[in-house]
Structure formats: structure tokens, C-alpha cells
């Protein structure tokens, strides 16, 4: 079974850009999490989708944002870019529930803003 | 509010010698634990977790933590390091509370010296 998968792997942006990042998870999952890993801050929960619904959401801004599609892919936005959102920005998937259910995750896109 | 604590951001050891990384866990509610490692630019990999029954949890490659209630501990060991344990090491409490999302230590840098 493929894992989860995560496009691009680098990316390079300017402060004020926007960007998307997309995560396909494993085949058949339907959970999708997301979280930012920052040397600094460590790792942070973003937010998690669920068949296509916010289920869950961390403290972020409001320039942080995703969907899911109905094939459980799902993407983040994160619009006007600033310096410290450079960070490794991890996928991850699980069957229903991330809680008790093991959670798979990518191999992460690294953003850097320039 | 859940919380985990990795005692030690870096642990070295020989190769062959006892592996043994700390983690606490704060939890109002019986918690999820589980351990997770890094590679340098790679995801997360799920090497055991805790949900119920046994306090004794075997994981992949050789490793093993006890979920120890009465110290709110659940440390990592393997009786022999080897030099591919090289790696980050993460500990994790689900917060059900929160839908399930992982709320993870700062992580254990973990060398193996030959």
C-alpha cells in the first residue's frame, strides 16, 4: 500500500506570496492532519480533516487554511507568506479517528520564505 | 490540558549500550502515548503506542516503552543501540479532548558513537 505521499518537497517563496501544499493519504484513510515543525516551536497541530470537514483546529492564524476533496486528498493555503512560516510542514493520515486510530505521515514540504 | 515533556534534547550513546529516552506525560484523562521517530529529512515514522491493556508496549526495530501511570512516564529503551538508531525521537500524547489531535514533545536528538 502506497504511503502518503506530499508535493512538492521544497518550495521557495517571498514574504506576501501565497502558497499550497497537497497531501494524498494512504488509500482508504479519510482523516487528514497537518502540522508545522519549527526548530524553535517544535511540532504544532494545524488542523485535521475529516470526509471532507474541519474536524479539528489548532491555534494558527487565519492566513493558515485547508480543504479536503472528496477522494480524502487535501490541501493548506497559507496566504501572505511571512518569515516565520519557513517550516517542514507535515502530512498525516489516518482511518477515522487520529486519536486512536495510528497516524501515517508524510515525508513533509519544506517552505522557506525569503 | 495534555502535555508531554522529553527529559534531554540530545542523548548520546555507544553502539551496543542501553538506549533510554525520557518522557512525561501531563493528562486528565487515561492518554494515548506514542513514540515516534525522524530521519533528517524525513517524516515521522510510528515506532509503538499505548492506547489499553498492557503497560509493556513492543515497537518496530527493536524498541519497547512502559506506560508507568503512578510516574505518568513512558520512556523509550532498546537493550543495544546500533548506529541506524541515529535520529530524532518524539513522544506523543492524543488529546481526545481536542478530536485526537498528537500533542508532541520537543523531541530527543539521539547519537550512536561506534
Known amino acids: 500500500k502506497a504511503g502518503v505521499t506530499q508535493t512538492p518537497r521544497y518550495l521557495i517563496k517571498t514574504r506576501g506570496q501565497q502558497v499550497t501544499l497537497s497531501c494524498s493519504p494512504i488509500?482508504?484513510?479519510?482523516?487528514v492532519s497537518w502540522y508545522q515543525q519549527t526548530p524553535g516551536q517544535g511540532l504544532q497541530f494545524l488542523f485535521e480533516y475529516f470526509s471532507e470537514t474541519q474536524r479539528n483546529k489548532g491555534n494558527f492564524p487565519g492566513r493558515f487554511s485547508g480543504r479536503q476533496f472528496s477522494n480524502s486528498r487535501s490541501e493548506m493555503n497559507v496566504s501572505t507568506l511571512e518569515l516565520g512560516d519557513s517550516a517542514l510542514y507535515l502530512c498525516a493520515s489516518s482511518s477515522n479517528s487520529p486519536s486512536t486510530d495510528t497516524q501515517y505521515f508524510g515525508p513533509g514540504t519544506r517552505l522557506t520564505v525569503l | 490540558a495534555q502535555s508531554v515533556t522529553q527529559l534531554g534534547s540530545h542523548v548520546s550513546v555507544s553502539e551496543g549500550a542501553l538506549v533510554l529516552l525520557r518522557c512525561n506525560y501531563s493528562s486528565s484523562v487515561p492518554p494515548y502515548l506514542f513514540w515516534y521517530v525522524q530521519y533528517p529529512n524525513q517524516g515521522l515514522q510510528l515506532l509503538l503506542k499505548?492506547?489499553?491493556?498492557?503497560?509493556l508496549v513492543k515497537g518496530i526495530n527493536g524498541f519497547e516503552a512502559e506506560f508507568k501511570k503512578s510516574e505518568t512516564s513512558f520512556h523509550l529503551t532498546k537493550p543495544s543501540a546500533h548506529m541506524s538508531d541515529a535520529a530524532e525521537y518524539f513522544c506523543a500524547v492524543s488529546d481526545e479532548s481536542k478530536g485526537g489531535k498528537l500533542i508532541f514533545g520537543q523531541g530527543t536528538e539521539l547519537s550512536v558513537k561506534p
Open positions: 499505548y492506547t489499553t491493556g498492557a503497560t
Open positions: 488509500s482508504g484513510h479519510r482523516s
